[in-house]
């Protein structure tokens, strides 16, 4: 079966970390870019960061830029984001994403997402 | 950066009804590299249109999208109880890479 689970959300402090997993299965993970897009409580979608299938190309949104890192390990099957830094805005649910590029070093569409995992900054 | 600006915010239709939702960029998008999801409560996204009008697989025809340039539209034929749900379109494939989002349009029963 074709699918993404994601693991590691949780209740952090304002500046922790935390590292988010996703583990892929039912397709050739290393032939697709990845992605992280995550949903604040009752706001709407935002692209967070983005990784080529080799894992050579990493893009960020600016808000996350030199705060969180996309890795992924194609042995295992598996896509990351290392989060630093946290702030209260970044309370969301963060979605993996099986991302079609159509245009390199661009951002594609993404046709398979995964159930998220909730991630809630607080004291 | 093009922000992609949808209407409405909410729309409210029986089942049955036909529903034009409008996703409008604020520059051209180029190729027509635009998707739409859905998503139902406590429920991920799914894709249901990407190149503006080429329907994802497994999506029922009643879906389709259409548009060129800043403006384009989904339109759900005639609405099953399942399709219920909060509409948002992406951009994709510009330069700086970013995955934008527009704020989404909620369909809800009238």
């Known amino acids: 079966e074709v699918q993404l689970l994601e693991s590691g959300g949780g209740l952090v402090q304002p500046g922790g970390s935390l590292r988010l997993s996703c583990a892929a299965s039912?397709?050739?993970?290393?032939?697709?870019?990845m992605s992280w897009v995550r949903q604040a409580p009752g706001k709407g979608l935002e692209w967070v960061s983005a990784?080529?299938?080799?894992?050579?190309?990493?893009y960020y949104a600016d808000s996350v830029k030199g705060r969180f890192t996309i890795s992924r390990d194609n042995s295992k099957n598996t896509l990351y984001l290392q989060m630093n830094s946290l702030r209260a805005e970044d309370t969301a649910v963060y979605y993996c994403?099986?991302?079609?590029?159509?245009?390199?070093?661009?951002?594609?569409?993404?046709?398979?997402w995964g159930r998220g995992t909730l991630v809630t900054v607080s004291s | 950066e093009i922000v992609l600006t949808q209407s409405p915010g909410t729309l409210s239709l029986s089942p049955g009804e036909r529903a034009t939702l409008s996703c409008r960029a604020s520059?051209?998008?180029?190729?027509?590299?635009l998707a739409w999801y859905q998503q139902k409560p406590g429920q991920a996204p799914r894709l249901l249109i990407y190149?503006?009008?080429s329907r994802a697989t497994g999506i029922p025809d009643r879906f389709s999208g259409s548009g060129s340039g800043t403006d384009f539209t989904l339109t759900i034929s005639r609405l099953e109880p399942e399709d219920f749900a909060v509409y948002y379109c992406?951009?994709?494939?510009?330069?700086?890479?970013?995955?934008?989002f527009g704020q989404g349009t909620k369909v809800e029963i009238k």
């Open positions: 994403a099986k991302t079609i590029v159509v245009v390199p070093a661009a951002i594609g569409y993404f046709d398979l």
């Open positions: 039912g397709f050739t993970f290393s032939s697709y870019a």
């Open positions: 990784i080529s299938g080799s894992g050579g190309s990493t």
């Open positions: 520059q051209s998008v180029s190729s027509s590299y």
């Open positions: 190149g503006a009008s």
């Open positions: 992406q951009q994709y494939g510009s330069s700086p890479p970013r995955g934008t």
